[in-house]
């Protein structure tokens, strides 16, 4: 079946500019999760969504960073006023609540370009 | 602060050869540790899971070791592969927590 689609896997951006970033979870998951990857650091987790639970938001780095998840399905994670640092990787991530628990199954992310 | 250190970086070895990576944690409630591998462009993918009541976990060419006096677990890559060229983490978390506790990863490169 379909894996966890992002799109746009490239994003340049200026400066200043507001971006949104999408995720299409595996069908069925109801978990997802947001990471950021920058080079040599490993991924950092961003948020997470479970169902219709409150999500944790304890990984964003600054109130600049949002998402939201509509319909327990798509997900979008927005950056307000892009700065230069947060060029990186961000990866989703779903997991279906039962049977395989951790395994978190990864979309290939969408590359971020601050100019 | 990362709470799983892993090293080294980057390694490269002859095909044939046998790659090792570590891992080191210091919580010890974590008791779920998989290795991912990510391919260039391509998100990272389950690769191998151990849990700490075994010491040792084989599938195919890949073994986790485990020792969980020393807080350390480490991936073996027998007969290594040009096709193994990725970069593999570690990663802890507690047990059904969502959370994933990730190193930083090493790129092995295969050279054939």
């Known amino acids: 079946g379909a894996g966890v689609s992002q799109s746009p896997s490239n994003k340049v951006t200026e400066k200043g500019k507001d971006v949104e970033l999408r995720c299409d979870p595996i069908s069925g998951h109801t978990a997802l999760y947001w990471y950021r990857q920058s080079l040599g650091q490993g991924l950092e987790f961003l948020i997470y969504f479970q169902g219709n639970s409150a999500p944790d938001k304890s990984g964003l780095p600054s109130d600049r960073f949002s998402a939201e998840r509509t319909g327990g399905s798509v997900s979008t994670l927005t950056i307000q006023r892009t700065q230069q640092e947060d060029s990186a990787v961000y990866l989703c991530?779903?997991?279906?609540?039962?049977?395989?628990?951790?395994?978190?199954?990864f979309g290939a992310g969408t590359r971020l370009s601050v100019l | 602060q990362q709470q799983v250190k892993q090293s080294p970086q980057s390694l490269i070895v002859q095909k044939g050869g046998i790659s090792i990576i570590n891992c080191a944690y210091e919580?010890?409630?974590?008791?779920?540790f998989p290795w991912y591998q990510q391919f260039p462009g391509k998100g990272p993918a389950l690769l191998i899971a151990?849990?700490?009541?075994?010491s040792e976990k084989k599938e195919g060419r890949f073994t986790i070791s485990f020792n969980k006096s020393a807080k350390q677990f480490s991936l073996h890559i027998m007969d290594s592969q040009p096709g193994d060229s990725a970069t593999y983490f570690c990663a802890a978390s507690i047990r059904n927590d969502y959370k994933l506790s990730f190193g930083a990863g090493t790129t092995v490169t295969v050279r054939a």
């Open positions: 919580n010890t409630a974590f008791d779920y």
């Open positions: 991530a779903s997991s279906p609540r039962q049977g395989r628990g951790n395994i978190q199954y």
């Open positions: 151990i849990r700490p009541d075994v």
